[in-house]
């Protein structure tokens, strides 16, 4: 098992705790870089975490550059979302909290797993 499929139960920074992995369909598509789950805050509030799972990059020809492409549109992605949530944008979901997680267990540098919490869909 990958260390993004391992939040479940930790407590995150700024009072989120990991609920519940949410499971792919089996006709699921996209999201190869990633892994879903529900978190909540001390104040019950349920939200969607979205953990990015970097050991995809291991598998490939350029590991080094895969990691690269992975951890760059990451970055691009939250950098993104403050500059709309700085801008109090509305028409754009806005990330609730952002961090990485430290999964114990014998993970490596993989155990450190970057996420993105946002409010949970209606």
């Known amino acids: 098992m990958r ?11 700024g009072g989120w705790h990991v609920d ?3 499971k792919r369909p089996p ?3 996209g999201g190869y870089s990633s892994v879903s789950y529900v978190a909540s805050n001390k104040e019950g509030v349920k939200a969607f975490l979205k953990a990015l799972d970097f050991s995809a990059a291991l598998g490939e020809e ?9 951890t760059s549109a990451y970055d691009v992605e939250r950098n993104l979302l403050h500059k709309c949530k700085d ?14 997680a430290k999964v ?3 993970f490596g540098l993989l ?12």
């Open 111 to 122: 155990g450190n797993v970057p996420y993105l919490i946002f409010p949970m869909a209606t």
């Open 87 to 100: 801008k109090r944008l509305r028409r754009v979901v806005v990330p609730l909290a952002d961090g990485t």
């Open 104 to 106: 114990p267990g014998n």
């Open 20 to 22: 519940k992995l949410l």
């Open 27 to 29: 006709q699921g598509t």
């Open 3 to 13: 260390a993004a499929e391992n939040l479940e139960g930790l407590d995150l920074d």
């Open 62 to 70: 350029d590991p080094a550059r895969h990691m690269y492409y992975l």
